[in-house]
């Protein structure tokens, strides 16, 4: 079985920075795009970033040139470095990847962590 474990959430005033980290752990045979989703209250889950098996990246507009993603692959780790935070990026941020794993048959399936709140004081 598949796990995403997250960390790094919590607190900050506005124009602060966070560093959320997601591991996956279990059985797998090699994940390949990596991602961060954030959920708002009364709203749709939506993709902040994502990061390809090769590095290449992927922002929604409303923060790039604020936040970071990178992968570190040897330890099956990604991360979003979130700088110059508004209050409107509260949410519970979840990281999600498409991992290519072994039960019984081959598959790929997309999983998901089990969020982390972030909160920005104005």
């Known amino acids: 079985q598949v796990q995403l474990v997250e960390s790094g959430g919590g607190l900050v005033q506005e124009g602060g920075s966070l560093r959320l980290s997601c591991a996956a752990a279990g059985s797998f045979v090699k994940i390949n795009t990596m991602n961060w989703y954030r959920q708002a209250p009364g709203k749709q889950r939506e993709l902040v970033a994502e990061?390809?098996?090769?590095?290449?990246?992927n922002y929604e507009e409303f923060v790039k040139g604020r936040f970071s993603i990178a992968r570190a692959n040897a330890e099956n780790m990604w991360f979003l470095q979130m700088n110059s935070l508004k209050p409107k990026d509260s949410a519970v941020y979840y990281c999600?990847?498409?991992?290519?794993?072994?039960?019984?048959?081959?598959?790929?399936?997309?999983?998901w962590g089990q969020g982390t709140q972030v909160t920005v004081s104005s």
């Open positions: 990061i390809s098996k090769d590095g290449s990246t």
């Open positions: 999600g990847a498409d991992i290519f794993a072994f039960h019984g048959t081959f598959y790929t399936a997309r999983f």
